[in-house]
């Protein structure tokens, strides 16, 4: 799942960096950080359906607010009601602001968080 998200956003998403875990301040703005918060597989009462699911945090770093809120739009546009290969479904849950965080250069940078659900099949 981790390798197939990140290469559709990275195809929606030209020049932009997206990768996974760390906030790197020295990395260049625009700039995705996705962070995988929750998940596990699917059950039914007679056990596992086949499906696996993850609660995934897409952090949207710009130099300015409307950079990163611009970002993330182009998140939501890209994967939201994303189905194909082993995505079964991509639904955007929820979203808020951040801090961004400070650059390398001291300059204070926006941030905002697109959180997803992810179904999945292993």
């Avoid at 993330?72 to 479904?89: H, I, S």
Wanted: net charge positive; aromatic share 4%; glycine share 14%.
């Amino acid at each position: 799942m981790e390798e197939v998200l990140r290469a559709l956003l990275r195809a929606a998403l030209p020049g932009v960096a997206v990768d996974w875990g760390e906030n790197d301040a020295r990395a260049a703005v625009p700039r995705v950080r996705l962070m995988r918060v929750s998940g596990g597989a699917e059950y039914a009462n007679d056990g596992p359906v086949g499906l696996h699911r993850a609660r995934v945090q897409v952090d949207c770093i710009g130099a300015t607010y409307g950079a990163a809120k611009g970002l993330a739009r182009q998140v939501k546009a890209a994967v939201g009601g994303y189905r194909g290969g082993m995505l079964a479904g991509v639904f955007v849950d929820s979203e808020r602001d951040l801090s961004g965080g400070t650059a390398a250069t001291g300059k204070t940078l926006a941030g905002v968080a697109v959180d997803l659900r992810v179904h999945y099949k292993e």
